[in-house]
């Protein structure tokens, strides 16, 4: 079999995708499925309401225990746009949404020993990235935070949960290189499934 000399991919991490009920999808990918949910995430403004949630269902591959789907929704997204609308000409109030059923990114998980060399690889073959590492955020500590550098490699510090790299393919599709670090092992996972109506209570 031939190898990758350049990167040393560890296997797939997840695949993000965009849906229109977080709750009707935890009922579906956890409850009708099985999938564990391993992690959950929430979004939020400057205001401090939501806007969004993340949620990571486990594939049940035991060789790569953290492959997942990653799933997001967005409040006040594509979906509540009116049906006589043509997607996605039209952009919904949440400017981070995505049109429903859309892949957010490709993410591939490497050793985060390694992205300081894949930064530099990257910048000695004039491919354009963005390096961010994501720490919780003092101030809010539900909320995650990033520390974003374009085009360098910027190094983490104690608490960092992790350490992404992004670069975009030749037809616009966006590709991660993901490091979980330590204290990813202290997110709360602590989120209620959303939709654009009222919250659904869950014991997921």
């Not at 050793?111 to 004039?126: G, H, K, P, S, V």
Request: hydrophobic residues 40%.
């Amino acid at each position: 079999m031939e190898t990758n000399t350049g990167f040393d991919f560890k296997g797939l991490d997840h695949v993000a995708l965009i849906v229109n009920d977080m709750a009707a999808t935890v009922d579906f990918y956890h409850g009708k499925l099985g999938m564990p949910v391993l992690h959950t995430l929430e979004y939020f403004d400057d205001d401090d309401e939501l806007v969004g949630q993340h949620w990571f269902f486990g594939v049940g591959d035991p060789s790569n225990p953290e492959a997942h789907l990653a799933m997001f929704w967005w409040k006040d997204g594509y979906q509540t746009l009116p049906d006589e609308v043509v997607q996605p000409t039209a952009k919904p109030a949440n400017h981070r949404a995505a049109p429903v059923g859309s892949m957010l990114h490709l993410n591939l998980r490497v050793d985060a020993d390694r992205i300081e060399e894949y930064c530099t690889r990257l910048a000695e073959m004039d491919v354009p990235f963005r390096h961010a590492v994501r720490y919780f955020d003092p101030d809010r500590p539900h909320v995650m935070r990033a520390v974003n550098k374009f085009n360098e490699y910027g190094p983490h510090t104690e608490g960092a949960l992790m350490s992404s790299v992004y670069v975009t393919d030749p037809s616009g599709i966006q590709i991660e290189f993901n490091a979980w670090l330590s204290g990813w092992e202290k997110w709360p996972n602590t989120a209620v499934p959303r939709s654009n109506e009222a919250p659904v209570s869950s014991d997921a």
